[in-house]
């Protein structure tokens, strides 16, 4: 009634006025208090606010000191990056420090957080410890750096701490809020601890394989190298050098593989490297082979050097795959051998052969089978295979006894991967170096009245970015406030925790990742292949040595775990060293024959056997074989001729077998080299004999033809000889009437002629002359 009666322009007394004035004003309290709530919270409390916390990317490029103690000052360098569609205002970079971690479990929930989370995350530091940005646009980047004492940051008790640097501002007049946060870990220990942990961490030296089974023909054997790879490793700032560089500087343990040692010894000299058209061109890299091989040899005098079994075959994949194949096993003992000698003569230090790797640390008893099988009493297993089972609170020791004499040496899993990844960029690089030294310090905490020994097994081949970020996380530690360097020799021989796990994980736990990159039941079928061919290849070599160490190392790289996610490539090296290994073989052959023709009873067939290799082959047996011994026989009628080869390199031998014919026709002859313990060598040559076999009464019909030849030739040269003797005597008669006729009307003419033939002498006839009876 009163809306309707002020609708018609009625005027409502005074008191109902204020009535409705009163009403509205308390009506619209509520309202009115939260329009001015709301713009406290982000003036006051913008960190609160977790909306596009993603929209700039923070990269936190390096913190140092990265285990301050009470009087450093912490500076902390990075980059902001507006990754939004909106340009951003009044921004903040800010550090944020804690909560304290409560242990392992709880940096690894932490490491895995993204965008920002105002329960999980702490106040900015704020004041003077912040850098304002006034604006950021799309795409642009920003430099920072933060500087603050550590005495700023409120660090009570020991420990791990989280570390945040966030920024704040406003996009495109928003309101203020975080856009953007990277987080860390900061350790917390300013005194050294009363137990330390005894840290041992692995620095491997492998690579894949790089070096052929061809060699030159000459004295030196000149090595063939697949590609030209190596010589980027070892040159500055390769991955090697890098190894090799930064690991003379820290407490660490060696772990080589001997194959890498010999492949750059054979650099140091002349060597060829096969070019894609599969020609070969001489090596230029001798100088920094040998520069690499000094400073090795300098950095392992008086340190613990271990050496896997040569090439570093894959332990696992034998175990699954290779064990089935007959002989897979037997290249483990001498790969080992080889190894402890390879090491000796190259940097002049007595390894330790006593360990063996499993891929990633991952076992099973087949596994371990395999590994001892070559003498190893040491694994070096990983915490993620050999898993705890609750009975222990905190992380024991490496050394754990499973059985038969052999120790698994248990590496944490956690600081063994904390190095995966692209740690190429300062960014990620500093991050793994906070996790690391943050991940040591909570284990030591976990039982601090206990020492214990720690193992670290990172990844097989480091990058150059990798190894440098394993060097800034030693470097960390260098201080020893909570650990202490220990090699591995030690680590395996320290007590164990009796409550530890002893349990080796059954082969249906093998992770199937792993399985599927192991080598294929093929690779090892290839390897028997070509270790049959060389075995028969070497017994007929005056100088075996000159094949079998070349072809047996290069059986060893085909078993290497270098080869694991590379089926294709690891296929086309076992096929070229088998190919180039037959190729050798078909040096030494027999020279193809045309058909012959036996005439007579008996006779010789000569076969020829070539020698193209640049040494002598002996203990060979040529073998002929008639496919008709009715009709041909071989040696004294013998269905089998055999004779033994000899031949000097680059030279031919004929070899000449007696033969004898029975009857007329055609024959097959096969001629076959063996070894003189019966075993086939190179193929079958076959050719025809065309026999021509005559009887004794043939050669009596023979005989009598010709001496009824030679004597009707005798009677017709003796008839025509008197007939000539005849016409001679009238002749002469004719001749002595004319002369007395002629006497008479001219003297002083002789009267009897000159004879045309002189008479007949009783001298024996000269050489070469025919003589008339």
Request: glycine residues 8%; without cysteine.
């Amino acid at each position: 009634m009163a809306e309707a009666a002020e609708f018609q322009g009625m005027a409502p007394s005074p008191a109902r006025r204020w009535l409705r004035r009163a009403a509205a004003l308390l009506a619209g309290t509520p309202l009115l208090a939260g329009l001015l709530y709301l713009p406290t919270a982000p003036v006051t409390h913008a960190a609160d606010r977790a909306s596009d916390a993603d929209t700039v990317d923070v990269t936190l490029n390096s913190l140092s000191p990265s285990v301050p103690v009470k009087d450093d000052t912490l500076t902390i360098s990075g980059t902001v990056t507006n990754k939004g569609k909106k340009t951003i205002t009044d921004a903040e970079v800010d550090l944020r420090v804690g909560p304290r971690m409560s242990g392992r479990p709880d940096i690894d929930e932490a490491s895995k957080a993204t965008g920002y989370s105002p329960e999980a995350d702490a106040k900015a530091l704020g004041g003077p410890y912040s850098v304002k940005i006034d604006r950021l646009a799309t795409g642009i980047s920003e430099d920072f750096t933060l500087t603050v004492p550590v005495s700023k940051l409120k660090l009570d008790a020991a420990g791990v701490y989280q570390l945040g640097v966030s920024l704040s501002g406003q996009a495109a007049g928003e309101y203020d809020q975080v856009l953007g946060i990277e987080r860390t870990f900061l350790p917390w220990q300013p005194e050294s601890v009363d137990k330390r942990t005894q840290l041992t961490f692995l620095w491997p030296l492998i690579s894949t394989t790089h070096l052929s089974a061809e060699t030159g023909s000459d004295e030196q054997q000149t090595p063939v190298f697949e590609n030209d790879a190596l010589a980027a490793e070892l040159a500055p700032g390769g991955r090697l050098e890098q190894l090799v560089s930064l690991g003379s500087q820290l407490p660490i343990t060696w772990v080589i593989d001997p194959d890498l040692l010999a492949t750059v010894d054979a650099m140091t000299r002349n060597y060829e490297v096969r070019t894609e058209t599969g020609d070969t061109v001489p090596g230029r890299s001798q100088a920094v082979a040998k520069q690499w091989l000094s400073s090795l040899e300098q950095a392992v005098q008086d340190r613990q050097v271990v050496a896997l079994p040569f090439a570093d075959p894959d332990l696992a994949s034998l175990a699954h795959r290779g064990k089935d194949v007959s002989g897979s096993l037997s290249h483990l003992q001498p790969a080992t051998a080889v190894a402890e000698t390879t090491v000796e003569t190259v940097l002049h230090v007595k390894p330790s052969t006593d360990f063996a790797w499993p891929v990633e640390g991952a076992v099973d008893p087949s596994i371990v089978d395999v590994a001892t099988s070559a003498g190893a009493h040491n694994i070096i297993a990983r915490s993620d295979s050999l898993k705890e089972t609750g009975s222990v609170s905190y992380t024991p020791s490496a050394a754990r006894p499973i059985g038969g004499g052999t120790t698994a040496v248990v590496a944490d899993a956690r600081l063994s991967k904390a190095f995966y990844g692209d740690l190429s960029k300062a960014g990620t690089s500093t991050l793994a170096v906070q996790q690391f030294l943050a991940q040591s310090l909570a284990l030591t905490h976990q039982a601090p009245d206990a020492q214990r020994s720690i193992v670290v097994a990172p990844q097989r081949m480091p990058t150059a970015g990798q190894a440098q970020t394993m060097a800034k996380a030693l470097q960390g530690l260098a201080g020893q406030r909570w650990t202490q360097p220990l090699d591995l020799i030690a680590a395996a021989e320290a007590k164990p925790d009796p409550d530890a796990t002893t349990r080796v994980p059954a082969s249906s736990q093998y992770p199937k990742n792993l399985r599927a990159r192991e080598l294929p039941v093929q690779t090892f079928q290839d390897i028997k292949s070509t270790q049959e061919t060389l075995d028969n290849f070497k017994i007929i070599l005056t100088s075996p040595d000159r094949v079998v160490t070349p072809f047996g190392n290069a059986i060893n790289r085909e078993m290497s775990t270098s080869w694991r996610g590379r089926a294709g490539v690891a296929a086309q090296y076992r096929n070229g060293v088998q190919t180039y290994l037959e190729d050798l073989t078909t040096e030494v052959r027999l020279i193809q024959k045309s058909a012959l023709t036996l005439s007579g009873r008996s006779a010789t067939i000569p076969v020829t056997v070539q020698n193209k290799l640049v040494q002598g082959v002996d203990n060979l047996v040529l073998r002929l074989k008639s496919s008709n011994p009715t009709r041909l026989k071989l040696d004294d009628g013998s269905v089998i001729a055999e004779q033994p080869i000899k031949i000097n390199g680059g030279h031919s031998q004929s070899v000449k077998f007696t033969a004898a014919a029975n009857a007329n026709g055609p024959v097959q002859v096969t001629a076959q080299l063996y070894t003189e313990d019966g075993k086939l060598y190179g193929g079958p040559m076959t050719f025809t004999v065309k026999a021509s076999e005559i009887t004794p009464t043939v050669m009596l019909v023979i005989a009598g033809g010709v001496l009824l030849l030679v004597l009707a030739g005798v009677r017709m040269y003796t008839q025509r000889k008197r007939a000539a003797a005849r016409e001679a005597a009238t002749a002469g008669e004719a001749a002595d009437e004319a002369h007395g006729s002629a006497a008479a009307d001219t003297p002083g003419q002789p009267s009897d002629p000159t004879p045309d033939t002189g008479p007949e002498s009783a001298d024996p006839s000269g050489a070469g002359e025919k003589v008339d009876r």
